[in-house]
């Protein structure tokens, strides 16, 4: 292989190509080559994503894979079935033929005659998620993954769902991935075919939201592709990057308690990116970290990443609270294993307003306040990984919510783990909604959220229906927090919050309920990590690689604008926000690409069934006098019995209607 002045491979990229599956359907990749690959075989690495190699992702995709080509990787980005340039046919996520796929995928690179046999798997979010399924099935090519903002768990962890209650972000997604799948395949890469390809596609398309609402507690559809359902059938090494901003970001630290020896951790302060362009930072170099994995996995280089402490995240620590920060306080810490022998639970008694670490536990019940609106100072879930969103300062919310609170802190108190709440819970109705979070109380300041989680009671602990609360009235839980890292500093309170809702992020159950705790047996168990470990003072990463974007142009950049608003008359609320038109401009295929997303969520407060969403995605592609423009509207309202998901697919090509689709499915509402 060529060499360059700076030690790098010289490289050709492969535009477009088909891959052959065994059924004759064609999915189409670019390939980035090291020059004499076909001399001298290299081990490839695959990105597997439904996200359009030539316009969605082409600018993320060009910093990794060309970072990867020039070390000597044969890097493959390859669209998946019924997605961007390839074809067959897309009708939900995870379904039987994608994960087989990407099993034909591997075995296809590792025999062609550039690669060696040993290939690693990689991508984000979806293609994290892909990467982890595709380790379950161990095919003897695939040598190791690396899975930044994945899932391992589709019910708890994911997108749709939050606790067993319906997140409004699954509407979102609702919208957009219509809309990525109706977008045409491009010409120039698919040819003379591209027209009849589309049409196809779009006769099929169909509104998985439908899916995602009508499962409503943990069945056989989320076990489906779920890798949480059997973590050991994936032997080799595995490396889990996450952000905490980002839901997804409790994959990390489950994946390796269920892995062990075979899973390392990193988890940043970053949302749902990856690595090197997250935001809130200090983000880190992914390209060399990801290098040091591959050149240990799959080409036998002792790189010192397997003695790596497994776990090595970010720990946050108290900061006033902002819709966005440039960089998150705390610091990087590590432990050699993953659960660590110095982390231990301390526990707390909720006592008449007060977390006691000892004495009896009082009796007696204490009442959530019926509100139905907390959550406006939430920020976003983290799914996205938009600009902003963090959480907002928690008194106003606290001010509607059951507060419980320690005294002040006679010194740092240091949380790494699961922090896990027990109580028993008695309800007027059958299906209710519990938020609870974990906030940090500085002497001076607002209140920021450490931790949050949500939990639907009408489902038991393993997210499956359950009838004791219709029948009771009563239900005992074991509510666990997703993972974080936080320390409390010295002279603050830690507090625990108690309400009824979180508007707009979790769709309201059917009726307003009146909740109440049994005190005596409500106990808060922290994570508590002890000690100094030497270790953390070594955790450093690399400074993200710059991009190098010559032949693309950002023409419009998208901003984030939120909005809440209080109709005085009606008293209606309504947050909204506008991800504004972005634009750029490709010049190695001459596209243009656009995209805009409009969110509303409106609500009166103590009517639940007044509740609407309503979400609008649009995608455009412009190439000389050839102009398409892909719009999804997705709404959804409920009765206290259904819920009524409502979606509008049109898409125009050169300002003609081409093509329109109406779904509007009433779907029954049991448990949720």
């Given amino acids: 292989m060529t060499s360059r002045d700076d030690g790098t491979v010289a490289f050709c990229e492969v535009e477009h190509l088909w891959i052959p599956m065994p059924d004759g359907t064609r999915l189409a990749a670019r390939l980035w080559l090291p020059e004499g690959a076909e001399r001298a075989p290299v081990p490839a690495v695959l990105e597997y994503i439904p996200y359009r190699k030539r316009d969605l992702t082409r600018l993320r995709d060009e910093r990794n894979h060309r970072v990867f080509a020039a070390a000597g990787y044969a890097s493959m980005r390859v669209d998946m079935r019924g997605s961007g340039d390839s074809e067959g046919l897309m009708v939900d996520m995870y379904g039987a ?120 507690w943990r069945d056989d559809y ?233 939990r639907n009671l009408a489902l038991d602990d393993g997210g499956s229906p359950d009838d004791t609360l219709a029948e009771s009235g009563r239900r005992r839980c074991r509510i666990v927090f997703p993972n974080t890292a936080y320390r409390f500093e010295a002279g603050h309170r830690i507090r625990l919050v108690l309400a009824d809702s979180c508007w707009p992020q979790i769709w309201p159950a059917p009726d307003l309920a009146h909740l109440s705790i049994e005190q005596a047996s409500a106990r808060l168990h922290l994570p508590r990590r002890n000690g100094d470990d030497a270790a953390d003072r070594h955790v450093t990463f690399a400074r993200p690689l710059p991009a190098h974007d010559a032949q693309n142009e950002v023409l419009r950049n998208a901003i984030v604008d939120r909005t809440v608003q209080h109709d005085s008359e009606t008293g209606r609320i309504t947050a909204a926000w506008h991800n504004t038109p972005s634009l750029v401009r490709f010049g190695a295929t001459g596209l243009e690409f656009g995209s805009e997303t409009r969110c509303e969520h409106t609500v009166l407060p103590g009517s639940p069934q007044s509740a609407t969403c309503r979400v609008e995605h649009s995608l455009s592609y412009r190439r000389d006098d050839w102009f398409v423009e892909v719009r999804c509207v997705a709404e959804l309202s409920s009765t206290p019995t259904t819920f009524q998901p409502r979606g509008r697919l049109t898409v125009r090509e050169n300002g003609e209607t081409l093509f329109e689709r109406d779904w509007s499915p009433n779907i029954p509402r049991t448990c949720s």
């Fill in 97 to 216: 033929d994608e994960l087989d796929d990407a099993i034909a995928v591997i075995t296809w690179l590792s025999e062609q005659p550039w690669c060696d046999g040993n290939v690693g798997m990689f991508g984000q979010s979806w293609g994290g998620t892909a990467s982890l399924q595709a380790a379950q099935r161990r095919h003897p090519a695939l040598k190791a993954v690396l899975a930044c903002c994945g899932t391992n768990n589709r019910f708890d962890d994911d997108i749709h769902h939050m606790g067993g209650c319906l997140l409004t972000d699954t509407v979102e997604w609702g919208a957009q991935l219509p809309a990525i799948i109706a977008s045409p395949p491009d010409p120039q890469s698919v040819g003379d075919g591209w027209r009849a390809q589309w049409m196809t596609r779009l006769e099929a398309q169909t509104f998985p939201l439908e899916n995602w609402i009508r499962h409503e």
């Fill in 222 to 454: 989320w076990r489906h592709g779920a890798v949480n359902e059997d973590p050991d059938a994936i032997a080799c090494p595995v490396l889990a990057v996450g952000g905490w901003a980002d839901r997804y970001s409790n994959t990390v630290m489950t994946l390796l308690e269920q892995l062990g020896d075979r899973a390392w951790g990193i988890v940043g302060p970053w949302g749902h990116h990856y690595a090197f362009s997250g935001n809130p930072g200090p983000i880190i170099g992914f390209q060399q970290e990801a290098l040091r994995w591959w050149d240990r996995w799959l080409k036998g280089i002792d790189t010192g990443i397997d003695r790596e402490p497994h776990l090595r995240v970010w720990r946050m620590e108290y900061q006033q609270p902002a819709d966005w920060v440039a960089e998150r306080t705390g610091c990087w810490i590590a432990e050699i294993f993953w659960p660590s022998p110095r982390v231990t639970p301390q526990t707390f008694h909720l006592a008449d307003g007060r977390l006691n670490g000892s004495g009896e536990p009082p009796t007696g019940t204490a009442a959530v306040p019926v509100s139905g609106v907390v959550g406006l100072k939430a920020g976003d879930t983290g799914y996205f990984g938009r600009v902003g969103g963090l959480p907002l300062a928690q008194q106003d919310d606290d001010v509607g919510a059951l507060v419980f609170e320690s005294a002040p802190l006679e010194a740092p108190f240091d949380v790494l783990g699961q922090p896990v709440l027990e109580l028993k819970v008695l309800s007027d109705q059958p299906v209710a909604t519990l938020h609870v979070r974990l906030n940090d109380v500085p002497p001076e300041g607002d209140v920021g959220r450490v931790s949050y989680v949500i």
